[in-house]
């Protein structure tokens, strides 16, 4: 593991205070635990304006001082996973907050180049404000913050791992390096779907495409996986996967420094039936990593 230099660091600063808390409301109140949705009002500075950070945030009941779980979620659907895992987390004595997507028709996925930077700087830095609200909350122990990131969520939080040093563990599935790469090869329903779109509306083929997000995407995974400490994290890579190249997932990997790694013999998709083994050794690793912590 390389110290994070001091000019990337610079990069990812940002101004505690400008963060406003404008929402906090339960939202589900089972018997077990509640479901809080918190929402503040943060800068969007690349873009000259503010802009809403959701959070939906699972807390056991009648507790204080728990470990906690940020859920980066997949680039769109229901949220039906990052729930899934939520709500195996909190009950098994741990807090969960899903951090919500980026939302409108700019968000992360979009294959323009001159977004693609601009959106993974923001996420990084939305999600260290995620971080200082932890700090604030005595429901939280700031010494015991993971992140589970899945797809979109993994290449996040490979990159916000890499920049946040309160994080301790980190388990990230189907995730990869070379966005380049990715962004045009990817057999990702979503992302095939909008670079279809943008490639006939510039004229472009993908050789092209890829040559100009070759120059242009600055926030790469695999630039920032040397300054990763690698005993931090888990990987779940599938075999078979075509929307995130197995070979980019493994390219990571071993710019991480070769972290724990489990390669399962799956697609992208496929990979959901190893959820239960997913879930399972993701909060044995946690534990792993929390009790070190301590």
């Known amino acids: 593991m390389q110290p994070l230099p001091a000019a990337i660091a610079s990069e990812f600063s940002y101004e505690k205070s400008l963060c406003a808390l404008k929402e906090e409301t339960v939202r589900e109140s089972p018997a077990q635990y509640k479901i ?6 943060v800068p969007f500075t690349a873009v000259g304006t503010n802009k809403m950070l959701e959070l939906d945030c699972y807390l056991p009941r009648g507790r204080t001082n728990l470990p906690v779980v940020m859920i980066l979620p997949i680039s769109g659907g229901g949220y039906f996973l990052e729930r899934h895992f939520a709500e195996y987390f909190v009950k098994h004595d741990m807090a969960a907050i899903i951090v919500h997507r980026e ?13 693609i930077n601009v959106y993974l700087q923001q996420s990084v830095i939305d999600n260290c404000r995620v971080v200082d609200w932890i700090e604030s909350r005595p429901e939280f122990d700031p010494k015991r913050i993971g992140v589970m990131g ?18 301790q563990a980190a388990v990230l ?5 070379d966005l380049p790469y990715v962004l045009t090869y990817s057999t990702e329903r979503g992302i095939v779907r909008r670079r279809t779109a943008y ?11 890829k040559a100009i997000l070759d120059k242009s995407v600055v926030w790469d995974p695999k630039k920032l996986a040397p300054f990763v400490d690698p005993k931090k994290v888990l990987l ?19 710019a991480m420094g070769k ?25 044995d690793f946690f534990h792993k990593r929390f009790e070190k912590a301590g």
């Open 259 to 283: 972290p724990e790694t489990v390669v399962m013999m799956s697609g992208h998709y496929s990979a959901l039936f190893y959820i239960l083994y997913i879930q399972r050794s993701a909060l």
């Open 150 to 167: 899945t797809s979109m969520g993994g290449i996040k939080g490979s990159l916000f791992i890499a920049i946040e040093p309160r994080v």
């Open 199 to 209: 490639l006939q509306e510039h004229q472009m083929t993908e050789k092209e495409f």
């Open 173 to 177: 599935g189907l995730a990869g390096g």
């Open 103 to 115: 939302k409108g028709p700019n968000k992360l996925s979009n294959p323009d180049p001159n977004l």
């Open 236 to 254: 779940f890579l599938g075999a078979c996967d075509t929307a995130v190249p197995f070979k980019k997932g493994d390219e990571l990997r071993r």
């Open 36 to 41: 809080l949705r918190i929402k503040f009002e």
